[in-house]
């Protein structure tokens, strides 16, 4: 059996359970915890080590999708999941302008990890305050090449479409070579 | 009980809260892995400080705040070198090339900028000397320290930021392909003004920050206020190869084979 995984991060409460949780065929592995800080205190629990999905393509395939911990202090395991990945989605709330400074931390630190190719998503744009997608890529600082994708994560056709996204990238990337 | 350690343990806002607050006099002596620092203290009150870096004599001082030309500081280097701040201070009152005020103003921002600086540092032996004040042809002040403890935590602050924001001076700086744009009719500083001649995609930023002789605070804040005002965009330099794309990791060998695998993993995701 192969297999081959993709990662998905993004600042705490960005979408990446629900993102992963919305394609898996398995119910998502997660490894939530009640919060304990105030300050992350928007929603009741939050991923400690990685979420965990999985997509088999055939009887000789599997695709893994691995969620990153979305606090801060749970850093240490990006080098550990980014190692072999295909290819990452950086999840990004469109509605929490003040994540996109992190969100921006967490693209340069994975990039600096593995410069695989990777999409960046507009999450939650059925939020009423969510931002347009081309007015985060500015706030982002993203250049024009990268894919900013409007999803909305709990949109299997908004899911599937970043992850086709990224595959198309991954095949560009090998047919460069 | 001499009062020394680590800033790595002690940070420099606790050492100054004390040393206030105990209203000490005497002189804290820094040594950091790059640089070191002296700062003086009268009844827990700033009363004098200099950098190893710097040139601390006061002419040097006068130049750097702008308030004496080059041509003057080579002058009195070549003919009043042997002389000391205070009576250098006389002698420059007299022959009207600055007033009392400039000088005291100009040295109260060279000791308190002094100060601020290590705020930043992460790393340094310290020790404080009792009762050791600054040498007899020093100008000495009296400058409150509740400010500079204020001010230097805010700046602390906001370095933490721009470190997040730059994190890294080895990129280089080009003007924005805006064509509504014209960096002369924006009103920039002396100092803004520096770093704006020096933009190039040869020169790496931290090229521009030694050149310019800002120290890294103020050289990031002026980077960071351009890149807000959409006036420059950060680049790498000139010269220096992308990082190699790497290909990702697949489970099996060859071009063919592994696109075949990635077209798989298309066609299943389209069918999901």
Redesign the interface.
Known sequence: M???KMVVTGPFSSGKTQFIQT?SEIDVVATERKISSESERIKETTTVAMDFGR????DD?V?YLFGTPGQKRFDFMWEILSE????FVVMVDSSRPETF?EAR?IL?TFRAY????YVVTANKQDLEDAWEPEDMRIALRLAPEVKLLPCTATD?ESV?NA??EL??S??E???S? | MALKGNLRDFSFSQLLNLISLAKKTGTLQVHGPEKAASISFDAGKLSYAQNSKKDHGLAAVLLRSEKLTDKQYQVIKEKANNIGDKELGLMLINSNYVTQDEILSSLKNEFVSTANDLFSWEEGIFHFENNLKPAADKISLLISLENIIIEGSRQLQEMERLQ??L?SLDMALKFTDNPGTNIRNVNLSVKEWRVVSFINPKNSMKQIAKTTKLDDYEFRRIVYSLIQAGLVEIIRPEGVAP??????????EG?DE??S??????T???S?
Do not use: F, H, S, W
């Open positions: 192969q297999t081959v394609v997509i088999t393509v055939d395939l695709l072999g990945m295909l290819g400074r931390r340069e593995a410069p695989t190719p299997k599937k992850l086709l595959l198309y991954i095949l990337r090998m047919e070579e | 997040d924001e994190p990082p190699t794309p790497k290909v990702p990791t697949l489970p099996v071009a592994q696109k695998l990635v077209n798989r993993l298309i299943r995701i389209r999901l």
